[in-house]
Nanobody, 126 residues
Framework: QVQLVESGGGLVQVGGSLRLSCAASGRVFSNCAMGWFRQAPGKERDIVAA????????YYADSVKGRFTISRDNAKNTVYLQMNSLKPEDTAVYYC???????????????????WGQGTQVTVSS
């Protein structure tokens, strides 16, 4: 089992930056592919970024390419999402998720993930 706890959300102005962290408990974090999802009010939960268990493979949604960076530190059992040049449309609850993986790949569908955090609110004001 893996428990995930997100932190780092908050209120930021347009063009600002935030770094989200997701701390994992449990011994299997380094064997998990990780992902960040977000859900805005009235909308579906969408993939934002994903990373393979070793960190060598990453995926970004088109809407965040060039602005967001996903990374992980397996020694600290933590995955990060650095968000720059934030826009009002980035406002959402952000969730991290984990998938026990044996292939060294990333995953982009929510139903592929086994573990979820409780979410952290990100609000970008204009």
């Amino acid at each position: 089992q893996v428990q995930l706890v997100e932190s780092g959300g908050g209120l930021v102005q347009v063009g600002g930056s935030l770094r989200l962290s997701c701390a994992a408990s449990g011994r299997v974090f380094s064997n998990c592919a990780m992902g960040w999802f977000r859900q805005a009010p009235g909308k579906e939960r969408d993939i934002v970024a994903a990373i393979s268990r070793g960190g060598s493979n990453t995926y970004y949604a088109d809407s965040v390419k060039g602005r967001f960076t996903i990374s992980r530190d397996n020694a600290k059992n933590t995955v990060y999402l650095q968000m720059n040049s934030l826009k009002p449309e980035d406002t959402a609850v952000y969730y991290c998720a984990g998938h026990a993986d044996y292939y060294g790949r990333y995953y982009v569908r929510g139903n592929e993930y086994d573990y979820w955090g409780q979410g952290t609110q990100v609000t970008v004001s204009s």
